[in-house]
T-cell receptor, first 114, second 115 residues
Framework: AQSVTQLDSHVSVSEGTPVLLRCNYS??????LFWYVQHPNKGLQLLLKYTSAATLVKGINGFEAEFKKSETSFHLTKPSAHMSDAAEYFC????????????FGKGTRLSVIA | NAGVTQTPKFRVLKTGQSMTLLCAQD?????MYWYRQDPGMGLRLIHY???????AKGEVPDGYNVSRLKKQNFLLGLESAAPSQTSVYFC??????????????FGPGTRLTVL
């Protein structure tokens, strides 16, 4: 079985300061991991994904995430927050067995304060 | 190239009424999915399709039916709507789902309220 836990339901940062959104996962197999972003009243858009290549993954809009197997984590970071980063972020895990669907975390709402 | 589109964007139903949500994609993707999003729950998979003419159950399939008669379209039906089906519904598609690594592309969502 696989699961994903987003450790914060809401994160608030000031514009220009670093962003850290935390995600821990559990998987019986070597996982694929994704971060999706959802802006208000929009669909989800892929930020980045890890599929067993480099453990540090770079995504769009300056975001990156590091796969840490020993810590079962896949935290999302950005050096400097922009107002346009305010959105809901979802961490997603797949066990790559082909037998189960993607499992979505419950989401972290990021607020950016001017 | 419109990507993934959903019709309608909003709908209000009375308990017991039926309706069909339409999803269309123009990316020639093989796989299509229907999710529901509820506050604090993330997204949960309702049904999915691995190709034209195929459908399969996801995590929360009860009360829903689907059809994939054409590769580009994936329909979600509610035969007898219930208040518990009040949600935002998202359709997604991917080129393939080999080892669950492919990116899924999402539509803008349908906000459904059942009174």
């Amino acid at each position: 079985a696989q699961s994903v836990t987003q450790l914060d339901s809401h994160v608030s940062v000031s514009e220009g300061t670093p962003v850290l959104l935390r995600c821990n996962y559990s998987s019986s197999y070597s996982p694929s991991l994704f971060w999706y972003v959802q802006h208000p009243n929009k669909g989800l858009q892929l930020l980045l994904k890890y599929t067993s290549a480099a453990t540090l993954v770079k995504g769009i809009n300056g975001f990156e995430a590091e796969f840490k197997k020993s810590e079962t984590s896949f935290h999302l970071t950005k050096p400097s927050a922009h107002m346009s980063d305010a959105a809901e972020y979802f961490c997603v895990v797949s066990d790559r067995s082909g037998n189960t669907p993607l499992v979505f975390g419950k989401g972290t709402r990021l607020s950016v304060i001017a | 190239n419109a990507g993934v589109t959903q019709t309608p964007k909003f709908r209000v139903l009375k308990t017991g009424q039926s309706m069909t949500l339409l999803c269309a994609q123009d990316m020639n993707h093989e796989y299509m999915y229907w999710y529901r999003q509820d506050p604090g729950m993330g997204l949960r998979l309702i049904h999915y399709s691995v190709g034209e003419g195929t459908t399969a159950k996801g995590e929360v399939p009860d009360g829903y039916n689907v059809s994939r008669l054409k590769k580009q379209n994936f329909l979600l039906g509610l035969e007898s709507a219930a208040p518990s089906q009040t949600s935002v519904y998202f359709c997604a598609s991917s080129y393939s789902d080999y080892l669950r690594t492919d990116t899924q592309y999402f539509g803008p969502g349908t906000r459904l309220t059942v009174l």
